[in-house]
């Protein structure tokens, strides 16, 4: 892009937005002094609306937010307490925030898993209506279901209903053999 700067537009205009602006209009305002004091005041302005975005983009995330801390908390039913420092309040929205994310089936094989001291879990969906599967790469002995039932009701969606299956994974290899044959029927005759 082209500079259309004079040497009264560098002493009148030093917003970065009014500098864009000058740039963008026709070099005759570069020796105007009413038009580049306006495009002064207006690039001042819309510096000043720049940075207040982006302040207002920091507080749409828990860990960048600074001044809006207060609704965060009241949002997620935590008590406002002014007296821990920002960072101890920002990491406890953090960790509540993670907490009450949706869950997904990985991420549900994954706590099972992790209840069961690290057994393989599948989650299948839909397997029914409104019905989704859990099986366990385990026997049902070495499997305490009562606490994966409280853990996934807890978890679950309330719409959802699930079942719990066991599974045994077995590799073997197997070898397969064929036999293809052709054949045709001649008839042979004796000829003197």
Not at 114 to 134: K, M, S
């Given at each position: 892009?082209?500079?259309?700067?004079?040497?009264?537009?560098?002493?009148?205009?030093?917003?970065?937005?009014?500098?864009?602006?000058?740039?963008?209009?026709?070099?005759?305002?570069?020796?105007?002094?009413?038009?580049?004091?306006?495009?002064?005041?207006?690039?001042?302005?819309l510096d000043e609306l720049t940075e207040w975005i982006k302040?207002?983009?920091?507080?749409?995330?828990?860990?960048?937010?600074?001044?809006?801390?207060?609704?965060?908390?009241?949002?997620?039913?935590?008590?406002?307490?002014?007296?821990?420092?920002?960072?101890?309040?920002?990491?406890?929205?953090?960790?509540?925030?993670?907490?009450?994310?949706?869950?997904?089936?990985?991420?549900?094989?994954?706590?099972?898993?992790?209840?069961?001291?690290?057994?393989?879990?599948?989650?299948?969906?839909?397997?029914?209506?409104n019905t989704f599967g859990i099986y366990l790469n385990a026997?049902?002995?070495?499997?305490?279901?009562?606490?994966?039932?409280?853990?996934?009701?807890?978890?679950?969606?309330?719409?959802?209903?699930?079942?719990?299956?066991?599974?045994?994974?077995?590799?073997?290899?197997?070898?397969?053999?064929?036999?293809?044959?052709?054949?045709?029927?001649?008839?042979?005759?004796?000829?003197?």
């Amino acid at each position: 892009m082209m500079q259309r700067t004079t040497e009264l537009a560098e002493k009148i205009v030093r917003s970065p937005e009014g500098k864009k602006i000058l740039n963008q209009v026709s070099p005759i305002y570069g020796n105007g002094r009413i038009g580049l004091w306006l495009f002064q005041i207006i690039g001042t302005e819309l510096d000043e609306l720049t940075e207040w975005i982006k302040e207002i983009a920091l507080q749409a995330y828990p860990q960048t937010v600074t001044w809006s801390i207060d609704t965060w908390e009241r949002q997620y039913g935590i008590p406002v307490n002014n007296t821990k420092s920002l960072e101890d309040r920002r990491n406890l929205l953090v960790a509540t925030v993670r907490e009450r994310a949706p869950i997904t089936p990985y991420k549900l094989g994954q706590m099972i898993s992790a209840i069961c001291g690290g057994i393989a879990v599948r989650i299948e969906e839909n397997i029914a209506v409104n019905t989704f599967g859990i099986y366990l790469n385990a026997f049902p002995s070495h499997v305490n279901e009562s606490v994966i039932r409280k853990t996934v009701d807890l978890c679950k969606p309330a719409h959802l209903i699930y079942e719990i299956g066991y599974e045994q994974i077995s590799i073997s290899e197997n070898y397969w053999g064929g036999m293809s044959r052709i054949a045709k029927k001649f008839q042979i005759r004796q000829v003197n």
